[in-house]
């Protein structure tokens, strides 16, 4: 299991094994087909999040309906981690 760098560490200062092992932590799942890609479930919603080249993308899903954002690599971990989990 890879350590984490501090959580105030911007995310392009995670190694890749690093930013997977965090997205575990979350709950997050892997999706087989596309590496890039993890899926998180939550009671009220689910998301999306795809390590992309540039960015950090997270798409909700609740009631229906679908809100994506763009997280650059340059926010800190806990930051993007509080964005994602505080949901659509």
């Not at 930013?19 to 919603?45: C, F, K, M, T, V």
């Not at 689910?46 to 926010?75: C, K, N, T």
Request: net charge negative.
């Amino acid at each position: 299991m890879p350590t984490l760098p501090p959580e105030h560490t911007p995310l392009y200062h995670h190694p890749l094994p690093a930013l997977e092992e965090w997205l575990r932590q979350l709950g997050a799942r892997q999706q087989a087909a596309r590496s890039a890609i993890w899926d998180l479930h939550r009671p009220q919603w689910s998301a999306r999040i795809e390590l992309g080249i540039e960015e950090l993308e997270v798409s909700w899903h609740h009631d229906g309906q679908e809100r994506v954002r763009h997280f650059p690599y340059g926010l800190t971990r806990a930051d993007v981690e509080a964005a994602i989990l505080i949901g659509p």
